[in-house]
């Protein structure tokens, strides 16, 4: 990537870069870069258009991996990122999601209906479009709004969902098989747990098993419903 110089500043010219993410060769961010760069005093502001297609999320979001999450994502990105002297980078991002699949442990993958809007600011990521999943068998498909943080959730579920999902978020749960019919708002944070909050009706022979009873729950019919629990 090319520099010339601008009134004692950097200025980086329209380029094309093409650069491997660290996971495997099929994963790759193609951008062009425009803006400003001084590199005595560590500063700059660049605003950045590409394509990115990566096929190993969790490897880059280290609380993606630890809710044991395969995710892969194609997407066509803007982002600004800024440096003042003194103060941590500010990166802002928005993009328009063209291809994605999620596949919680244990469960069927999910991949992207159509397209959704994501808005990345101050940590999280924010569906400004809801975002609609659905498994090649149909067995999911669910409609999810809101967003995630590195150190929090709060998302809104409605439709046919994996039961792997709630052993993804939630420590209460050891392990989950089947889908269910869910309309479900799932918020907290990962430290101090999630709160899951509305109904649940999971198919005949769907399988939860609670760590607390430390038994597996098979369900033949019905449904559950889920409230915070308030303390006195």
């Known amino acids: 990537m090319s520099l010339a110089s601008s009134s004692g500043a950097k200025h980086v010219h329209d380029e094309k870069l093409e650069a491997g993410s660290p996971c495997d060769p099929g994963s790759r961010v193609w951008a062009t870069i425009v803006g400003d760069v001084d590199a005595a005093n560590g500063t700059f502001d660049l605003a950045v258009d590409g394509l990115v297609d990566e096929h190993d999320l969790e490897d880059l979001f280290p609380a993606v991996a630890a809710r044991g999450l395969d995710v892969s994502a194609k ?7 800024v440096r003042e002297e003194g103060k941590p980078v500010d990166v802002r991002a928005q993009a328009t ?4 699949s999620v596949q919680p442990p244990g469960s069927l993958r999910a991949d992207l ?21 659905r498994a090649p068998d149909g067995g999911v498909d669910v409609v999810v709004r809101g967003s ?7 998302l809104d579920l409605d439709g ?3 039961l792997g999902v709630a052993k993804a978020f939630t420590p209460q749960i ?4 089947g889908t269910a019919t869910t309309k479900l708002a799932v918020h907290g944070t990962y430290a101090s747990g999630v709160t899951i909050e509305g109904t649940l009706t999971p ?5 939860i098993t609670p760590r607390a009873l430390g038994a ?3 369900f033949l019919g019905g449904s559950i419903g889920f409230a915070p629990v308030t303390e006195n």
């Open 75 to 81: 997407a066509r990105a803007s982002a600004q990122l």
């Open 174 to 177: 050891g392990n989950a098989q």
């Open 160 to 162: 046919s969902l994996a």
């Open 203 to 207: 198919t005949p022979g769907a399988v």
């Open 148 to 154: 995630v943080g590195s150190k929090d959730i709060a």
């Open 97 to 100: 999601l063209l291809a994605a």
């Open 216 to 218: 597996p729950i098979t």
């Open 113 to 133: 209906v159509d397209t959704a809007e994501v808005l990345w600011a101050d940590g999280r990521v924010q569906l400004t479009k809801p975002a609609r999943f």
